[in-house]
């Protein structure tokens, strides 16, 4: 199959999000039902458009699992051919170079490798917590075992975080393919909290005393809103477990019925450490308050994993963000998938209720 083919479907990357987004879907859809597509204008909304280390990487892990054919595969590259071949598992390394983030290497390649015949290993460098991308704290903590609930297992080992500007994390994932079908998932009852915990931590030259003071903020505004048990965990990281300098925090609340809802914030020198505590805490008040069932980070994450299971999904949220009505275009586009959106407004909570019903992708039909 050549790049050229003129079966591909063409993608314009700056409607929408208009971002790295698309193109992660794009690509991972694409190796699933093995359509070759073509992207004009990638990352056309962005300040700097084109391809840059992040999601050169993320392309080019994709095209070593499904031994893709590619054309315009190369930094600064505004148009890109994908034509993928199979799907193999295997071992697999990803390296940004810079403080790219790993996670968003994970969120390109594991719909994928969901679907090859044998467990896989994604060795992972880059960026572990960044702004514009979910922490690795919350993917663990919150993506996790939401998307478990789907049937969808892997485990992550963090052998060393990397923090902005150069990167230097190192992250394992190992990937077992799903058995048979993804199952759909029903979340349509948030519950109450009832507990919250958090992660407050410092690297390189940072004093603990800072982890301290962003937990403390974060403490002192949740106990204004929820009465409830509230533990974060304070820590320094070690030289031998962090690459440079770095600060943040990531929440999670628990609930009655065990919904799993997250926050989190990156510290920097522009903002005193009680806010970035403060931005966390005001971030997860307002994800509970709208009574969805999963929060507004992870709701767009949900979306490819919905439009390929069998069944029908269902999941309450808060108002639909930019990126999960991009996710929801573009799965509709490259899949038989359908999404449904009810929109509510009830007061001081203002929800919406996604269902789709997924094409059931078969693991034996691909291979």
Not at 133 to 150: E, G, L, R, W, Y
Not at 201 to 223: Q, T, W
Not at 325 to 332: D, G, L, P, Q
Request: proline residues 4%; contains cysteine.
């Amino acid at each position: 199959m050549d790049c050229d083919d003129k079966n591909e479907m063409a993608i314009d990357g700056r409607i929408m999000e208009g971002g790295g987004q698309i193109l992660r879907i794009s690509v991972a859809l694409s190796s699933l039902t093995k359509k070759p597509i073509s992207i004009a204008n990638i990352r056309g909304n962005r300040e700097k458009p084109g391809l840059r280390a992040q999601h050169l990487n993320g392309i080019k892990l994709v095209s070593d699992i499904t031994a893709a054919k590619m054309n315009g595969c190369e930094l600064g590259s505004c148009n890109l051919s994908f034509a993928p071949r199979i799907i193999k598992g295997g071992k697999y390394y990803a390296d940004t170079g810079t403080a790219g983030s790993v996670v968003l290497l994970l969120q390109v390649s594991l719909p994928v490798l969901l679907f090859a015949e044998k467990a896989s290993e994604l060795i992972l460098k880059g960026g572990t917590n960044a702004d514009l991308a979910p922490q690795i704290d919350t993917t663990i903590s919150v993506f996790k075992p939401i998307i478990q609930k789907m049937g969808v297992s892997f485990e992550c080992n963090v052998i060393r975080r990397g923090y902005f500007p150069k990167g230097g994390g190192h992250v394992v994932f190992k990937v077992n393919p799903i058995d048979g079908f993804i199952k759909p998932i029903v979340l349509l009852d948030a519950g109450h909290v009832t507990a919250i915990k958090g992660y407050s931590y410092v690297a390189g030259v940072l004093p603990i005393k800072l982890a301290h003071e962003i937990a403390d903020s974060a403490v002192k505004h949740l106990k204004s809103a929820f009465n409830v048990p509230i533990k974060i965990d304070r820590v320094k990281e070690s030289s031998e477990k962090a690459e440079g300098n770095g600060s943040g925090i990531v929440l999670v609340a628990e609930t009655s019925t065990g919904c799993i809802i997250g926050s989190s914030a990156i510290g920097s020198r522009a903002v005193k450490p009680d806010k970035v505590g403060l931005n966390a805490a005001d971030e997860l008040i307002s994800e509970l308050k709208s009574g969805g069932c999963v929060d507004s980070h992870i709701q767009d994450q949900l979306i490819i994993f919905m439009a390929l299971a069998k069944g029908k999904s269902k999941i309450k949220s808060g108002p639909l963000t930019l990126h999960t009505k991009t996710a929801i275009h573009f799965c509709e586009l490259l899949t038989n998938a359908t999404f449904n959106v009810s929109e509510f407004d009830e007061g001081l909570k203002n929800f919406c209720i996604i269902e789709c019903d997924g094409i059931g992708m078969n693991v034996n039909d691909i291979h």
